[in-house]
């Protein structure tokens, strides 16, 4: 990224992080424009999603949502993109070595929507 070493406050990705080309590079870049202590937000898709709702959402995000989407938008592959991007995302245990080993402490590790979401808090350190 084109920025100056330790430029930002803080940064939010969300629903993007599972698409870098490279996870663990996408993530150290990010801590350099980081200033130290500096928080990084991340909402994403798990790899899983668990509990009662895991059929209905599995039947919506891999079914439906694409069906939906090849009829609206004429883009089949942007819509099975999305299902097919999260099923080769690290579980929540290697996304946590991941942050560490790329200098990040874990804050906070919360499933949101029924555990659709995972939103993800990190300190540079």
């Given at each position: 990224m084109p920025f100056k070493n330790e430029t930002f406050d803080g940064c939010i990705v969300a629903f993007g992080i599972r698409n870098f080309e490279n996870l663990e590079k996408g993530i150290k870049e990010t801590g350099r424009i980081l200033k130290k202590d500096a928080l990084?937000?991340?909402?994403?898709?798990?790899?899983?999603?668990?509990?009662v709702i895991s059929p209905i959402f599995k039947l919506y995000f891999r079914l439906l949502l694409p069906l939906i989407g090849?009829?609206?938008?004429?883009?089949?592959?942007?819509?099975?993109?999305?299902?097919?991007?999260?099923?080769?995302?690290?579980?929540k245990?290697?996304?946590?070595?991941?942050?560490?080993?790329?200098?990040?402490?874990?804050?906070?590790?919360?499933?949101?929507?029924?555990?659709?979401?995972?939103?993800?808090?990190?300190?540079r350190i």
């Amino acid at each position: 990224m084109p920025f100056k070493n330790e430029t930002f406050d803080g940064c939010i990705v969300a629903f993007g992080i599972r698409n870098f080309e490279n996870l663990e590079k996408g993530i150290k870049e990010t801590g350099r424009i980081l200033k130290k202590d500096a928080l990084f937000v991340i909402l994403e898709f798990p790899n899983k999603v668990k509990g009662v709702i895991s059929p209905i959402f599995k039947l919506y995000f891999r079914l439906l949502l694409p069906l939906i989407g090849r009829i609206f938008s004429k883009s089949e592959f942007a819509y099975t993109y999305l299902p097919e991007s999260t099923k080769y995302f690290p579980s929540k245990e290697d996304l946590k070595e991941i942050f560490k080993r790329c200098g990040y402490e874990v804050v906070e590790m919360k499933e949101r929507t029924f555990g659709i979401v995972l939103e993800i808090t990190l300190r540079r350190i």
